[in-house]
């Protein structure tokens, strides 16, 4: 009986752990999907005044000062974590129609996992877009 209640409690706590290290990178995954959208609608408002009272058709907002715009406020951004690192501005297009586009990519490791995959140098990648249009 005792060795059956030690493989249930194994099983157990195994099943816990590997909830707990999902529910860990689902949440450091939301963290950075609020950093993209903020990222983008900061972006977004980058708007260039010389194309905006120009007239012309197209968008308004350049590439480099959206680029520019969204890697200020990821900079600015308070990101409350110690577990995901080398936060990166991947990508930043922006659509004919204003539509600002902003990929990050980040590593984490997860809760109860973390320090046997530091130990072995890997981790958990991420990807994030986030959107955003000025009107």
């Known amino acids: 009986m005792t060795i059956l209640t030690t493989g249930v409690l194994v099983v157990i706590l195994m099943v816990i752990a590997v909830g707990t290290a999902i529910t860990g ?5 939301n963290g950075l999907q609020h950093a993209a959208d903020s990222a983008a609608l900061s972006a977004s408002q980058a708007i260039d005044p010389a194309r905006l009272y120009a007239g012309g058709t197209g968008p308004v907002i350049h590439e480099g000062s959206a680029r520019a715009a969204a890697e200020e406020h990821l900079r600015s951004y308070p990101h409350d974590t110690t577990s995901t690192q080398d936060i990166q501005l991947a990508d930043v297009t922006v659509n004919a129609d204003g539509t600002v586009r902003v990929v990050i990519t980040a ?10 995959l530091r130990g072995t140098g890997t981790a958990i990648p991420l990807t994030v877009e986030g959107e955003a249009r000025a009107r």
Do not use: C, K, S
Request: proline share 13%.
């Open 25 to 29: 990178v689902q949440l450091e995954r």
């Open 107 to 116: 590593r984490t490791h997860p809760p109860l996992a973390g320090w046997f």
